[in-house]
Structures are given as C-alpha cells and as structure tokens.
C-alpha cells in the first residue's frame, strides 16, 4: 500500500488561431477538438464487513468472529470506474479503521478488488468506522464509510433440563435401536443457551465419557445429536444414547462440551465436580438356542445378547459357564456336563422310557440374568406288532369258480407302546398263490395290547390243496421313526 498523494492539477487551455501564408502555399492545417475531461469517482461495493455489523470478540485479543470466519479479521471492498471513464489509480487504494488509522496489510489489491486485515489492536470493543479510499486516473477521489460494532463475548454457553438426571440407570434393554437416530431411543436431552452477548454456539458439540476422565473420544456420535425440532426450539438437544462409543457397564461420567462462535468452552467439559454420573445395567436375558438330543447326547448354544446398533461392545455382563444346566423332564442332569462361555454338552440319562420327554436349558449372565430354552428328546421303541391268520374262506360262488380265496389277519401290537399308521405291506406266498389285494393295506394306529383284523385275497391254483404264505407290515413309533417287520 502506497502512502497517499494527491499531485497538484493543471488545466492549461490554449487556444490559437494561425494562418500561414506564404508564397506560393495553398493549403490550411487545422488542431483536434480536446476529448471530455472525466469527472465522475470511482464506486465502492461489496464491502465486508457490511454496514452495521458486529464483530465479537472472546476478550483474549486474538479471536474474532464475523460471518462464519474467524480472524484477524479480513475486510474487503471492490471498486470500479465508470465506462469509458480513466480507471481505478491502483496506488490509490486504502483502508483506514478509526479514520486516521491506516490499514498496511493489504495482501490482495487489484484493479478491481483490496482485502485488508486487521488486527485486534486496532479493533477494540465498540464502534469503528471503516474508510475505503479510492481515486481515477483523472484523480476523482472516493471516501466509501461503513460502521462496525466489536462486542466482547467471554461467557460460554450453559445447558439445563439433562434429562436422564444426573444419578440414574440406564438399563442396556433400553439401548436397542437400528437407525442411527432413532426417535424413540433413549436419549440425552438438554436444552442450550448462550448468555448475552451472545457470538451464537456451535450447532452440537459432543458427548463425551471419560474413564477415567481424560480419555480421549466421543462418547455419543455426533451424527446422532440433532436439534428436535429444529425449527419450532432450535435451542434444544437430543443425543441418542446407544450411539455411545465407550458406554460400559457400571458408573459412567459424563460431560457435556459447548463451545460458542468465538471459542468459549463449558466449564462443564473439565471440571471434574460437574460430571454426571450415569449407572449402565445388563438386564437382558442370556439367549438360548440350537438345542439338539439323541439318545446318547444333549447339547445347546447360547450367548449374552449386546444392544442392537450400539457402537459399544462393553455393555454385556457375559456369560457365567458355571451355571449352565440341563434338566430332562424336571430332572437335572447331575453327571457329565460340559460347559462353556458359548454351549453346553450332556450325556442323555439311561433308562428313559419310550417317547417325548422336555429339555429345559437354563443359564445366566455375569449380572444374574436367567436365560432359559427348551427342546424334546423322544426316545424311540420299535412296536411290538405281529400277525395271525384267522380264517379262510370262498366268500362267494364266483370267487369260488375264480379260485380267490379271502383270508382273515389279525395284525397285534404285543409291546407297551403305541404303533401308528400299521400297514400290511406284501405276503410271499408258496405253490404259486398270487396276492390279488393292492399293497399296502391299511391297518391303522394299533395302542399297546391292540388288534385289527384285515382281509386279504388269494388266487389259489387248480389242484393247490395248501400254502404257505410269509407277510411284511410295517408301524411306526411314537417318534415318528419307521419299522419294517417280517413277519
């Protein structure tokens, strides 16, 4: 930036008239018409900051706040002259803060552009005006004044209304949310306000935890703290708690850091009085699954379920092995159990009887929480079906002439259990007897000690006096498992 000056102006006029004649000349020279003198200053727009604004400071003379950017702050202006008028005198160009005050760093000035910083020397608390000077090569000069406001603002911003209160439980069922800002999760609510003067607060700050205090990390993502709602209480805050990154069971500290436009922080955010303290609980059963029996072996998954969509991984109390279990009809098994952290393996007792029988898993979790699942084991028994030939006879005169011989069958269920969907299934038969009846042939569920009779045909040969005949069924026990007999 040059210092200014203002070199002296002449306007000269001379205005002559000359002939010259000489002897024998026959022509006449005559001057141009002198061009329109400019007369009009150069404008100034655009300057920032505007008219009116006010600039806040934080007290320590080294922040400044205007429109989004802190500082030292930065004022700038463009400039033109009018078409066809001389243009902007470059050296011309300076910014004065508080009149007599010369701004020297200018590091961008241009023909059409300045940008000036001042320093917070030159911006104490109150009201500044700021002088753009500009003149044209024809040097028309330009004052271009607009005012500014410095207010000092050193009181951080305060948040009331926490909600959970300071001293409450948080149990880990209340964690559970997908998206990742959930409305209906539970939250941690506040309401913000900035003292006056006020520089206006950063939108969210951040949750953090420390354990202990010191520990680097946001406690509740960012991405989960919003304005709700935005536009009818602005100064409102909800943070979604299962957003937290180092939330863990047990006592957490909890501070809450804002920070205004010019940088104050609060005091909330350091001060290890102010902390909120916050008791994480796991009351989320241990889940039970994948329970599978034989009549050799019993096993079974589980685990300690985590909130769903927490970024945590510290807020399940764990599986206690120890107490891991299975019981078979009510009963205990006291004898050859494995367990671990993630199943359980157990020797089926001896001596079960034939049919279903309930499986109750049971285990708990580091807090004492009882997670519990059942499953059956049946114990299969083959039927003890047999059969018997009770008659034979000709049941007509055309099955006499046709040589069908209908025989009466007694299928028995001999054992102590049920035998279900009985079935004759074919017969071989000796001295050429052929079987006219369809396979199979329906007996039906036969109880313990039961019996039903079917009729068969036979078409006997000419001549055939006797046969044999062996005939396979088949039954199914309680377990559904299947059984073929030869009978």
Request: hydrophobic content about 40%; charged content about 10%; overall charge negative.
């Amino acid at each position: 930036m040059q210092a200014r000056y203002k070199p002296m102006k002449y306007l000269l006029i001379l205005a002559f008239l000359a002939a010259i004649f000489a002897i024998g000349a026959s022509s006449i020279a005559v001057a141009a018409y002198p061009a329109d003198p400019d007369t009009t200053a150069p404008v100034v727009t655009n300057v920032v900051p505007v008219d009116g604004s006010t600039i806040f400071t934080n007290g320590s003379s080294t922040i400044y706040y205007q429109l989004g950017n802190t500082t030292p702050l930065v004022i700038k202006a463009d400039y033109s002259d009018e078409t066809g008028g001389s243009g902007v005198d470059v050296a011309s160009v300076m910014v004065h803060l508080d009149v007599s005050n010369m701004l020297m760093n200018c590091p961008v000035q241009t023909a059409t552009h300045v940008e000036c910083t001042a320093t917070a020397a030159d911006l104490t608390p109150g009201t500044h005006p700021i002088d753009i000077y500009v003149d044209d090569l024809a040097g028309n000069p330009t004052m271009h004044r607009t005012w500014v406001t410095v207010v000092v603002d050193n009181a951080a911003p305060t948040y009331s209304n926490l909600s959970p209160a300071d001293g409450s439980t948080i149990l880990t069922s209340q964690l559970n949310s997908i998206s990742t800002n959930d409305p209906s999760a539970l939250r941690i609510d506040y309401d913000l306000t900035d003292p006056a003067p006020s520089s206006g607060w950063s939108p969210m700050s951040h949750v953090n935890e420390s354990v202990p205090p010191g520990v680097a990390g946001a406690m509740i993502s960012n991405t989960s703290c919003v304005k709700s709602p935005s536009a009818t209480d602005p100064t409102h805050y909800s943070c979604q708690v299962n957003r937290a990154k180092l939330l863990h069971l047990g006592d957490n500290t909890l501070s809450i850091l804002l920070k205004d436009k010019v940088g104050n922080t609060s005091s909330d955010y350091s001060n290890l009085a102010t902390l909120k303290h916050y008791t994480v609980v796991d009351d989320v059963d241990p889940f039970v699954s994948g329970i599978t029996a034989d009549q050799t072996t019993i096993t079974a998954s589980y685990s300690d379920p985590a909130p769903t969509g927490a970024l945590s991984t510290n807020l399940t109390s764990g599986i206690n092995a120890g107490t891991a279990m299975v019981h078979v009809d009510g009963a205990m098994i006291m004898m050859g159990c494995t367990a671990t952290a993630t199943g359980i393996s157990c020797p089926t007792p001896a001596g079960l009887s034939a049919g279903s029988h309930v499986i109750e898993v049971m285990v708990s979790d580091g807090t004492g929480n009882l997670g519990m699942g059942t499953g059956t084991l049946c114990v299969s028994s083959k039927p003890g079906v047999g059969v018997s030939i009770q008659s034979s006879h000709w049941a007509s005169y055309a099955d006499y002439t046709a040589r069908d011989l209908t025989v009466t069958l007694r299928f028995s269920n001999n054992g102590a259990t049920t035998a279900f969907a009985t079935a004759m299934t074919g017969s071989t038969n000796t001295n050429g007897v052929i079987l006219n009846t369809a396979m199979p042939l329906a007996v039906g569920d036969l109880n313990a000690g039961a019996t039903m009779d079917v009729t068969a045909r036979y078409n006997i040969p000419v001549g055939v006096g006797s046969f044999r005949v062996s005939i396979t069924g088949s039954a199914a026990d309680v377990c559904g498992t299947s059984y073929t007999y030869p009978v």
